[in-house]
């Protein structure tokens, strides 16, 4: 549970009193309260106003709009304000202004701009953190601590080139060690001391804004040191927090998908993890549900807080669509579904100038409550009071995982070669997907998690082995585990060094196979995967593309050959029996019928069964507290769809009405189902 003063689906969002009057202040609450929100974001960007100076701190403004909020049973969850820096603070002290990839020294402007290891950034910033902690340590309001937000972008300043060399030392302890792990002697580039090692940017060894490089070893240590260093800050105010009130829990607000840090890791130092969502019209649902999965990975399963989503519009994409109606309240049950125990919106007012005034807010620039999106807030806002505690802290329990992995994206990303199109979160939602279609609850997992839960583990192009997961994956499969991985796997240590004896490496023996050489072809270009005799619900042919491994089966049966070029016979699915589990190798990228087939099969084998079945577009998920079932329906057609329940009764935890048997619902709803 976040808190036992709050306790049931936070509400609310981001709000910047800062940028209003006292007129709008008082309206404000007013309008809280009618949509029956209860929690307010405050003081994300507001590091200026609270300090002015050097030496001066000023809580005022902050007192008043806690205190004001509070007077009226609204909640905040409270920001340290250390995304932006202050002016003054960018003249004085340039050391906290980023250099960026081309190597200019940034001037003041924008946010997410400081240099993580700017002496004067990690002085003011827990300064800061501190000061707010004890200022409001014992203010009943605080819920949770924000810190910072939504943390970005790398700097390539002389500051985290010294630490760079720091942390490399700590990492290597000799340089014969970091010479051996990116391969210097290639090009030449052998180092003889710490000092001669530079940043890795558009004026050293990357180009195309850090997409390609000449040297794999420094480029994935780059983004692991800056990764490490962002952290290292928020830890920095997390810890000055904690020193006033260790009870309450500290998040930052991820991005799902963003591909700049190590969410597995910043997962860890956090008490609760918090993330944004803003898919695009057509990002496709299972892509939403894949991102929710993956938020609530990074704490093995613990509930998450949405801390932003728009109630309507957003403004920074190329076309900013109107949350269609209904479509706000579905999107937000859907992160609930997965795992969510909080909803809030960015923004709460839509404010006046600068960069986000189209963005869309719970209060939009007419000022008063007779909207369309005002009432879809405040029905929804009815709902989760009506909700209670009944669903927070509940768990999914799947017994399918999916493995993603940040660092095997970059080195991916950086791979140089076989093929500019192989997009590996493409490749993970098509396994996502798949499972998801059906109504099959799916954990997205680290390469560290636990497999222990699980019948079935998947890791698409698993490029990048760590350190003893290979190990970890054979004995879940040894005690009965069922694991699949694909093309492009096993092929480099942490630091992409190829794993020498035929790829996948250290998956080798697991899955029986070895590859002796890689194709990639321009992705209209398509081969065949062929069944001579069915397997499960694979039968006759399926078209896959991209990258093709050439593989020799040792121990493992072959299921499927390439159907055509001069590989045609060659395996493209394999079978391995390794102890009392299996493990399956797709050798190259299919169209998704492919994998619904493949993984209709999967679930046969496992025993798996859908949730419910349903129509198409009707989406079913689950999550479990205390021997009670919540079962999620979501409808994403605009039309009405059906579903079918056991004939026991259920009722709908929303409506208090009851189902059971062949069931409809409306266009866009939800419903919360029970079993009576
Ligand atoms: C992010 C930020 C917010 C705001 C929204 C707009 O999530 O955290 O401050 O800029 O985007 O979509
Ligand atoms: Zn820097």
């Not at 040297?215 to 105010?237: A, H, N, P, V």
């Not at 794993?499 to 029986?512: A, D, N």
């Amino acid at each position: 549970m976040l808190s036992k003063k709050l306790n049931k689906i936070w509400y609310g969002g981001d709000y910047n009193p800062e940028q209003w009057d006292e007129e709008v202040w008082k309206e404000d609450n007013r309008l809280f309260k009618l949509a029956g929100i209860d929690l307010a974001s405050v003081n994300i960007f507001a590091w200026a106003l609270i300090q002015p100076n050097e030496t001066t701190y000023d809580f005022t403004s902050l007192d008043q709009t806690i205190d004001r909020l509070y007077q009226d049973g609204i909640y905040v969850c409270l920001a340290t304000s250390t995304a932006a820096h202050p002016a003054w603070m960018a003249k004085r002290y340039p050391d906290i202004r980023r250099v960026d990839f081309e190597g200019r020294k940034r001037k003041f402007g924008g946010r997410h701009n400081s240099c993580p290891n700017s002496p004067t950034y990690l002085k003011y910033a827990s300064q800061l953190a501190g000061k707010l902690a004890e200022r409001y340590k014992d203010h009943p309001a605080v819920l949770a601590w924000h810190v910072s937000n939504e943390y970005s972008g790398y700097c390539y300043c002389d500051h985290c080139e010294k630490a760079f060399r720091v942390w490399l030392k700590k990492k290597y302890a000799r340089i014969e060690h970091l010479n051996q792990a990116w391969n210097t002697a290639f090009w030449g580039h052998t180092f003889y001391d710490w000092d001669e090692i530079v940043v890795p940017n558009g004026l050293s060894e990357e180009w195309e804004n850090g997409n390609n490089t000449n040297f794999q070893g420094i480029s994935l240590d780059y983004r692991r040191f800056q990764s490490d260093s962002l952290l290292e800050t928020f830890k920095l105010e997390r810890d000055q927090i904690k020193k006033h009130t260790p009870d309450i829990p500290v998040t930052t607000n991820l991005m799902g998908l963003y591909p700049e840090l190590d969410y597995f890791k910043w997962g860890k130092e956090m008490d609760v993890v918090s993330w944004d969502n803003y898919p695009q019209i057509d990002t496709p649902v299972s892509k939403t549900a894949m991102t929710h999965e993956l938020m609530r990975g990074l704490r093995n399963g613990q509930p998450f807080m949405l801390m932003e989503q728009t109630p309507s519009q957003q403004n920074w994409q190329a076309y900013n669509a109107l949350k269609r109606p209904g479509v706000m309240r579905l999107w937000s049950y859907q992160a609930i579904a997965h795992g969510a125990d909080t909803v809030q919106f960015f923004q709460l007012r839509r404010s006046r100038g600068a960069t986000e005034k189209y963005h869309g807010a719970v209060i939009e620039h007419v000022g008063h409550e007779h909207t369309r999106v005002f009432n879809e807030v405040k029905q929804l806002g009815e709902e989760l009071q009506l909700l209670g505690d009944q669903i927070i802290d509940s768990r999914t329990n799947a017994k399918v995982a999916i493995v993603f992995d940040y660092e095997n994206r970059w080195a991916i990303q950086l791979s140089s070669g076989p093929s500019v199109a192989l997009d590996y979160e493409e490749e993970v939602h098509k396994y996502y997907r798949a499972f998801y279609d059906r109504n099959v609850p799916v954990d997205m997992i680290g390469v560290d998690a636990d497999l222990s839960q699980y019948d079935l583990v998947i890791a698409p192009v698993l490029y990048m082995m760590k350190a003893g997961h290979a190990d970890r994956l054979k004995a879940f499969v040894k005690q009965g585990g069922t694991f699949v991985t694909t093309f492009f796997s096993g092929i480099v240590d942490e630091n992409d060094l190829v794993t020498l004896g035929g790829y996948p490496g250290e998956l080798r023996e697991l899955v029986g196979i070895w590859a002796e050489e890689i194709d990639a072809l321009e992705p209209s270009i398509k081969n065949q995967i062929v069944f001579n005799e069915d397997y499960g619900h694979l039968s006759g042919e399926y078209q896959c593309s991209t990258l093709f491994d050439l593989i020799h089966a040792e121990h493992a049966e072959v299921l499927a050959s390439y159907g055509k070029d001069f590989y045609q016979g060659m395996p493209v699915l394999t079978k391995n029996k390794f102890g009392q589990g299996t493990a399956y190798y797709v050798a190259s990228s299919p169209e998704q019928d492919f994998i619904t087939d493949f993984v209709a099969t999967l679930m046969t084998e496992n025993k798996l069964t859908p949730l419910l079945d349903s129509d198409q577009g009707v989406e079913v998920a689950v999550r479990e507290k205390e021997g009670k079932r919540y079962l999620f329906v979501l409808n994403h057609n605009h039309t009405e769809a059906k579903f079918y329940l056991p004939e026991t009764s259920y009722r709908n935890l929303i409506k208090g009405n009851e189902y059971h048997g062949e069931s409809r619902i409306a266009g866009h709803d939800v419903l919360i189902l029970v079993e009576k």
